[in-house]
């Protein structure tokens, strides 16, 4: 059985609706104040249909669709007024109503024009659902396509971790065997999100894995290779990228940073910021990243990360920001790769406390031995 709300303040019209929903087989309740109507959809969860008087006391129809469409409520509503002005008309569509019946009105009419939002609403359930299970899908997919394993590396402890802001993501990490000791560390993030940005994501994944192992220590290569493809393939879409190879003999990073936040390397009171070298790749037909190597010595730590992190914002609109990040990388408690991550996880999840997040949050963390 349907549930359905109706907010109107005069009594003989809320009774007569009633009266009818309730013989075409609906469960009807009737609230005669809009701030009643936004607390009771608040408390009691989503119905399957309201029905809105505009001209309600205190909070008007118009403002408690508006509120009602800023919480997050997705119900079908249909507003009822006696203005039959065009104005009002548009206001009301464009603050979210579904649809919009004049008084006086024709029962028969109101009925009809529910039954047609019902039978819609049951066409996008089930739209809903297909979508659903594809993304779920899609989903287990891409965490497949995230490295199920590290290559093993005597002089480094590290560790990644992604979590998309929706089901499927942009970003995305990987390490790649090169040979003995020698591992491509890899975090990449696709402009947008969702299923374009994670298909991209996928493409890019697929180019720099192909490319890794036949030019292993031509980080720069490797890009431009991973350029040339995101540039041919999509229209409008560029990543950020940080590419590098880590030697566990010498204990050598050799990189190349194409727009991405600058990884951090603490080491005894110093921080060292890999910053970029080029623009992201996809941008143009040709980019020219510059190589570089950084020194590691036993205890010095890594991280790497997409903006996803230092970006993510609290209910106030401020960012957890870089400086954050900063802080927290030397600290006593940060000695192995697991450490660095769950502590930057536990000061992301602190800042932005119940807020959603805006975007993907991805890093890799490491602890040189």
């Known amino acids: 059985m349907t549930r359905v709300l109706v907010v109107e303040d005069e009594p003989d019209i809320a009774l007569g609706i009633e009266h009818d929903l309730r013989l075409d087989g609906h469960d009807v309740e009737v609230l005669g104040n809009g701030e009643h109507a936004i607390d009771r959809v608040g408390r009691s969860g989503p119905f399957d249909l309201i029905v809105l008087d505009v001209g309600l006391p205190g909070k008007d129809g118009f403002e408690v669709c508006r509120d009602l469409r800023r919480s997050g409520a997705l119900t079908p509503i249909i507003v009822l007024t006696a203005r039959d002005h065009e104005a009002d008309k548009v206001l009301g569509l464009d603050l979210g109503a579904d649809d919009y019946v004049t008084k006086p009105f024709s029962p028969a009419e109101l009925r009809a024009r529910i039954r047609s939002l019902l039978r819609h609403r049951l066409e996008w359930h089930g739209d809903g659902a297909r979508l659903d299970r594809e993304l779920r899908s899609a989903a287990a997919v891409q965490e497949r396509l995230f490295p199920q394993s590290r290559p093993p590396i005597s002089t480094l402890d590290y560790i990644g971790y992604c979590q998309p802001a929706l089901r499927v993501g942009g970003d995305y990490y990987d390490y790649l065997a090169l040979g003995p000791e020698r591992v491509a560390l890899v975090l990449a993030d696709v402009a947008g999100k969702g299923v374009s940005a994670a298909l991209v ?42 590419y590098a190879v ?124």
Do not use: W
């Open 201 to 242: 994501m996928a493409a890019l994944q697929g180019c720099i894995r192909a490319h890794a192992v036949q030019h292993d220590g031509e980080c720069d290569v490797v890009l431009r290779m991973a350029n040339r493809q995101l540039y041919q393939a999509t229209d409008a879409k560029y990543a950020t990228l940080f």
């Open 246 to 369: 880590y030697d566990g003999v010498s204990r050598e990073l050799h990189y190349v940073n194409a727009g991405h936040p600058p990884p951090l390397v603490a080491r005894r009171g110093e921080l060292i910021a890999l910053e970029s070298a080029c623009t992201p790749i996809g941008l143009f037909e040709h980019i020219d990243p510059v190589p570089r190597s950084l020194q590691l010595y036993p205890g010095d730590r890594l991280l790497l990360y997409s903006d996803g992190v230092t970006e993510a914002m609290n209910a106030g609109s401020v960012e957890l920001g870089a400086a954050r990040i900063a802080e927290i990388l030397p600290a006593p408690g940060c000695g192995s790769a697991v450490a660095i991550r769950d502590t930057v996880l536990s000061a992301l999840r602190l800042h932005t406390a119940q807020c959603p997040p805006s975007d993907d949050v991805t890093l890799i963390a490491g602890v040189v031995q």
